[in-house]
């Protein structure tokens, strides 16, 4: 059972940055996509960001030059460098781990919450 562990949410003013952080338990790490996904209050989730073992990332366009995916195999870890923050990124960010189509592991999710 692999197991995610997010740090880094918190409370800060719009246009500030946070960084977060998802650890895996997983040891082959280096092979898998993570992802980041956010889910605001009545929202379903939605794709965040996303990077491939190899390091090729993709964005949702809300976030495209505001936030960063990357990853550190060698600390199987993934972070989200998140920059300019709008009261609208206010949500609960979950990192995940796709092993197949049908396998994937969450972590417990990272409250973040933008003031105006």
């Known amino acids: 059972q692999v197991q995610l562990v997010e740090s880094g949410g918190g409370l800060v003013q719009a246009g500030g940055s946070l960084r977060l952080s998802c650890v895996a338990s997983?040891?082959?790490?280096?092979?898998?996509?993570m992802r980041w996904y956010r889910q605001a209050p009545g929202k379903q989730r939605e794709l965040v960001a996303g990077?491939?073992?190899?390091?090729?990332?993709n964005y949702a366009d809300s976030v495209k030059g505001r936030f960063t995916i990357s990853r550190d195999n060698g600390k199987n870890t993934v972070y989200l460098q998140m920059n300019s923050l709008k009261p609208e990124d206010t949500a609960v960010y979950y990192c995940a781990m796709v092993q197949t189509v049908l396998r994937t592991y969450w972590g417990q999710g990272t409250q973040v919450t933008v003031s105006s």
């Open positions: 997983e040891r082959l790490f280096s092979i898998y996509p």
């Open positions: 990077i491939t073992g190899a390091g090729t990332t």
